[in-house]
């Protein structure tokens, strides 16, 4: 069965930083384009940072840009978000998700998801 | 950065139909494909339509979406209680070094 699990989401102070993962199952992640996605609390859906699946090539939303970095470690079968210099604005449930993608991006879509983690950001 | 336009919320009684309307531009929606996720109270979110009216394995076909240049739309048929739920539609932006946007969600209400 394919499945994500999502893991390091907690409590860090404004400035901190925090390192999430994802463990992938049923499926080879460093062979798969990836996502990370974010929902505050009570609003929608936020896509946060993506990698592609062959090539080493990564994307980020200007939210986030300069602070976080996205990874997957091959021999763990994982995903993970770096995530630096955190605001009080990125605190929200952290969801990993594996995406199926054209090389031209026309097609582009997250076909699995994780149950999420929670970043809570506060003094 | 850029995102799609939906509908605060929408409703019906069981077994009517309810459309949902997602607006965007010549760099998501005019360029590439769009998707919808749906979102049940509590829970993550689950691919409902990709690559603009296909469904995934297990999707019951009561879900249906299109899309027309620069807007898509996702239609329900036959409305139940269990499609209560958020749903946002999505799609590839071209603009400035490449990102996925979301729209602005969608609530269903089942009267």
């Known amino acids: 069965e394919v499945q994500l699990v999502e893991s390091g989401g907690g409590l860090v102070q404004p400035g901190g930083s925090l390192r999430l993962s994802c463990a992938a199952s049923?499926?080879?992640?460093?062979?798969?384009?990836m996502s990370w996605v974010r929902q505050a609390p009570g609003k929608g859906l936020e896509w946060v940072s993506g990698?592609?699946?062959?090539?080493?090539?990564?994307y980020y939303a200007d939210s986030v840009k300069g602070r976080f970095t996205i990874s997957r470690d091959k021999s763990k079968n994982t995903l993970s978000l770096q995530m630096n210099s955190l605001r009080a604005e990125d605190a929200a449930v952290y969801y990993c998700?594996?995406?199926?993608?054209?090389?031209?991006?026309?097609?582009?879509?997250?076909?699995?998801w994780g149950k999420g983690t929670t970043v809570t950001v506060s003094s | 950065q850029s995102v799609l336009t939906q509908p605060p919320s929408a409703s019906g009684t069981p077994g009517q139909r309810v459309t949902i309307s997602c607006s965007g531009s010549?760099?998501?929606?005019?360029?590439?494909?769009v998707n919808w996720y749906q979102q049940l109270p509590g829970t993550a979110p689950k691919l409902l339509i990709h690559s603009n009216n296909q469904r995934p394995s297990g999707v019951p076909d009561r879900f249906s979406g299109s899309k027309s240049a620069g807007s898509a739309s996702l239609a329900i048929s036959g409305l139940q209680s269990e499609d209560e739920a958020d749903y946002y539609c999505a799609a590839w932006d071209d603009s400035l070094n490449g990102h996925y946007v979301f729209g602005t969600g969608t609530r269903v209400t089942v009267l």
């Open positions: 998700a594996k995406v199926t993608a054209g090389t031209n991006k026309y097609y582009y879509y997250m076909d699995v």
């Open positions: 010549s760099s998501n929606i005019g360029s590439n494909s």
């Open positions: 049923g499926f080879t992640v460093s062979n798969n384009a």
């Open positions: 990698i592609s699946g062959s090539a080493y090539i990564t």
